[in-house]
């Protein structure tokens, strides 16, 4: 196995609320109350939709996707998913700085080194450039064709990322770690909150599907886990394997996905660019400092030269 390279789960395609759209010259992300479901191929119009879209949006009351049924690819919550808080280069799409609230991996210009992770309300470095919780959730939906196979759910979102954590935990814990064989749903739900200034704001939640108990969940995932194991089919075995894939490369996304990821996730600041840590400073305009005729410092890989305001 090549070293240095981040072997994640085999994805058919995406699950999204949300879209990036033009405005003014930009690029910028858009949010949607409704799930999409896409391929992995975009064109100038945007991702192309996966044939389970028009299933699930055929089958909703009003025409939007609002709960898909789906299963975890496996029993370990922290497989299903990964959270870290994250910082991305903006123009080559690479990660920068991937940590966990404790240590961090940075890239600076000798390479890869680790420090501390103080979050981003305490981070010097991160804390003004874009650093925030970026989660990745890779479920089975109902009807997809291959059984080793996933979608994958990507996130910034806080109320997302807590809330998927906690189900997580929580459906490993109750069905005595057998969470891959639960019959679930991922629920978009809304809330209120000061920030949003009232308005609504859509976040996804992990969930029982319509009409079953716990009870009957649980029986369940405990006889199909067993009729799994009587077949020869050796999970552990697997969650092995995808824990070493993980942990082959210093960060999960790579330069080929983090352009599209820092397009949809990670939008331009007004503070400019966020680059690797080199220790060197640019200043580079920004919106209202363009206007003041002066400009705002930010971090620069081996810059040569300063911008003008």
């Given at each position: 196995?090549?070293?240095?390279?981040?072997?994640?789960?085999?994805?058919?395609?995406?699950?999204?609320?949300?879209?990036?759209?033009?405005?003014?010259?930009?690029?910028?992300?858009?949010?949607?109350?409704?799930?999409?479901?896409?391929?992995?191929?975009?064109?100038?119009?945007?991702?192309?939709?996966?044939?389970?879209?028009?299933?699930?949006?055929?089958?909703?009351?009003?025409?939007?996707?609002?709960?898909?049924?789906?299963?975890l690819l496996f029993n370990?919550?922290?497989?299903?998913?990964?959270?870290?808080?994250?910082?991305?280069?903006?123009?080559?799409?690479?990660?920068?700085?991937?940590?966990?609230?404790?240590?961090?991996?940075?890239?600076?210009?000798?390479?890869?080194?680790?420090?501390?992770?103080?979050?981003?309300?305490?981070?010097?470095?991160?804390?003004?450039?874009?650093?925030?919780?970026?989660?990745?959730?890779?479920?089975?939906?109902?009807?997809?064709?291959?059984?080793?196979?996933?979608?994958?759910?990507?996130?910034?979102?806080?109320?997302?990322?807590?809330?998927?954590?906690?189900?997580?935990?929580?459906?490993?814990?109750?069905?005595?770690?057998?969470?891959?064989?639960?019959?679930?749903?991922?629920?978009?739900?809304?809330?209120?909150?000061?920030?949003?200034?009232?308005?609504?704001?859509?976040?996804?939640?992990?969930?029982?599907?319509?009409?079953?108990?716990?009870?009957?969940?649980?029986?369940?995932?405990?006889?199909?886990?067993?009729?799994?194991?009587?077949?020869?089919?050796?999970?552990?075995?697997?969650?092995?394997?995808?824990?070493?894939?993980?942990?082959?490369?210093?960060?999960?996304?790579?330069?080929?996905?983090?352009?599209?990821?820092?397009?949809?996730?990670?939008?331009?600041?007004?503070?400019?660019?966020?680059?690797?840590?080199?220790?060197?400073?640019?200043?580079?305009?920004?919106?209202?400092?363009?206007?003041?005729?002066?400009?705002?410092?930010?971090?620069?890989a081996q810059a040569e030269?300063?911008?003008?305001?």
């Amino acid at each position: 196995m090549i070293k240095g390279l981040a072997i994640t789960p085999p994805v058919l395609g995406r699950i999204t609320i949300g879209k990036v759209v033009e405005k003014n010259g930009k690029r910028l992300p858009e949010k949607d109350d409704a799930f999409t479901i896409t391929t992995q191929v975009q064109n100038r119009d945007g991702w192309l939709l996966h044939p389970l879209h028009q299933k699930l949006v055929e089958v909703s009351s009003n025409g939007k996707i609002r709960s898909i049924p789906v299963k975890l690819l496996f029993n370990s919550s922290d497989l299903n998913l990964r959270a870290e808080y994250s910082l991305f280069d903006r123009t080559t799409g690479r990660p920068v700085c991937v940590g966990n609230g404790e240590t961090a991996r940075r890239v600076g210009h000798e390479g890869i080194s680790e420090c501390a992770c103080p979050s981003p309300e305490g981070c010097e470095f991160g804390g003004k450039v874009g650093c925030k919780p970026y989660g990745r959730l890779n479920v089975h939906i109902e009807g997809q064709d291959e059984e080793l196979a996933s979608f994958i759910f990507r996130t910034t979102g806080f109320n997302s990322i807590r809330t998927l954590t906690a189900r997580l935990r929580y459906f490993e814990a109750v069905s005595q770690g057998n969470s891959r064989y639960l019959p679930l749903q991922l629920k978009l739900r809304a809330k209120s909150t000061t920030q949003s200034h009232r308005a609504p704001v859509y976040y996804v939640d992990l969930c029982l599907r319509d009409g079953v108990s716990l009870n009957e969940a649980v029986s369940q995932a405990i006889g199909e886990a067993r009729n799994v194991a009587e077949a020869g089919v050796d999970i552990k075995a697997l969650e092995r394997v995808a824990k070493q894939g993980f942990g082959n490369g210093a960060f999960e996304d790579s330069e080929e996905e983090g352009v599209a990821i820092v397009e949809e996730f990670f939008p331009e600041t007004e503070a400019g660019e966020v680059v690797p840590d080199t220790g060197k400073v640019t200043a580079v305009k920004s919106k209202l400092t363009a206007r003041l005729g002066g400009t705002v410092p930010t971090y620069a890989a081996q810059a040569e030269e300063e911008v003008a305001a």
